[in-house]
């Protein structure tokens, strides 16, 4: 199974700005989508956003105009650039990418200061 690796994760005001970026470890055969969900202790996880391989995007109501997915294909990476960051995006974030199975990054972890 592809193994995924997040990174870019960190602590930052509100207002700031992050950029995580989740790198597959080979190619992906039959490539559906990747995306990012996020978890917070007592919460549902969600799906914060996602891009086929198509290129169309989806986004949660909460971050729409201020996250922007993206895909390198040739990299085998995705991006989630973040910015007017809130407390509330404050959460775990976990890449994810859908082929033939889907794999799971091990998570990056996002803490927005109010």
């Known amino acids: 199974q592809v193994e995924l690796v997040e990174s870019g994760g960190g602590l930052v005001h509100s207002g700031g700005s992050l950029r995580l970026s989740c790198v597959a470890s080979?190619?992906?055969?039959?490539?559906?989508?990747m995306g990012w969900y996020r978890r917070t202790p007592g919460k549902e996880r969600e799906l914060v956003a996602s891009?086929?391989?198509?290129?169309?995007?989806y986004y949660i109501d909460s971050v729409k105009g201020r996250f922007n997915i993206s895909r390198d294909g040739a990299k085998n990476t995705v991006y989630l650039q973040m910015t007017s960051l809130v407390p509330e995006d404050t959460a775990v974030y976990y890449c994810?990418?859908?082929?033939?199975?889907?794999?799971w990054g091990r998570g990056t972890q996002v803490t927005v200061s109010s």
């Open positions: 994810y990418a859908s082929y033939w199975t889907v794999s």
């Open positions: 080979e190619d992906m055969p039959a490539l559906r989508g």
């Open positions: 891009i086929t391989a198509g290129g169309t995007t």
